[in-house]
């Protein structure tokens, strides 16, 4: 675990990050990394001052086990909202099955499976998520109904999810392999571009500090 900036954290999960929010009257959770990891969540949670029954929402930014792996858990454990988009949810809470693309998506399926988890408040596109200063983005293309979120907090916080990943502080879209539509991912992660933070966080990427939107903005030059 690491701070990103006051009052967000970063929670490695191997491969993937989940991140950790303090706001006024608690703690938000965006994703909630792998299968199984809830006692390790738990762990991070206390070594920033909190316990984990105060985190009172969890905002999901895509259905994809990796991401999903812990939130039948945390649900039980803390009682807390579940925020997902209406294209995602039927996935997360095992109404439908999830979308197998690629063969290498398909050969992980069997490895890494998510329990199904209740959705509590469903999204529409952009606009509010139930928690003050933090807007949905909807950023399509990874999956359907891929959310991203923005902090009003220090100049802006990005939450990317798999809407676009980091590497050497460069911001390119995710891999291809991974990505339901890979060319509504690029514009989506192009359109992120538009808005105005700081800083910005990934589900898998080292964070961006500092004038982070220059660097996504970089990144949809290159696509004219």
Not at 151 to 177: C, E, I, N, Q, Y
Not at 195 to 200: I, K, M, S, T
């Amino acid at each position: 675990m690491r701070r990103i900036v006051d009052g967000v954290w970063e929670i490695a999960f191997g491969y993937v990050h989940a991140h950790l929010i303090e706001v006024d009257d608690g703690l938000v959770l965006v994703d909630t990394g792998l299968p199984h990891r809830a006692g390790k969540l738990g762990v991070a949670v206390r070594a920033t001052g909190h316990d984990l029954a105060d985190v009172h929402t969890i905002l999901m930014t895509h259905q994809h086990a990796d991401h999903t792996g812990s939130l039948a858990d945390l649900r039980q454990r803390t009682g807390a909202r579940v925020v997902a988009h209406r294209q995602d949810a039927p996935v997360i809470t095992g109404e439908r099955p999830a979308p197998v693309h690629h063969w290498l998506l398909r050969l992980s399926a069997r490895f890494l499976r998510a329990e199904p988890a209740p959705v509590d408040r469903t999204l529409e596109g952009d606009g509010p998520t139930g928690v003050s200063g933090i807007t949905a983005v909807h950023t399509p293309g990874h999956t359907p109904g891929h959310v991203s979120f923005l902090l009003d907090r220090g100049g802006g916080v990005l939450f990317a999810g798999d809407a676009a990943t980091a590497m050497l502080g460069r911001v390119r879209a995710s891999p291809k392999v991974t990505n339901a539509d890979h060319a509504v991912a690029v514009r989506s992660a192009a359109r992120l571009a538009e808005l105005d933070f700081q800083v910005a966080v990934f589900g898998h990427g080292a964070a961006v500090r500092g004038d982070a939107v220059s660097r996504f903005r970089d990144f949809a030059a290159r696509l004219r």
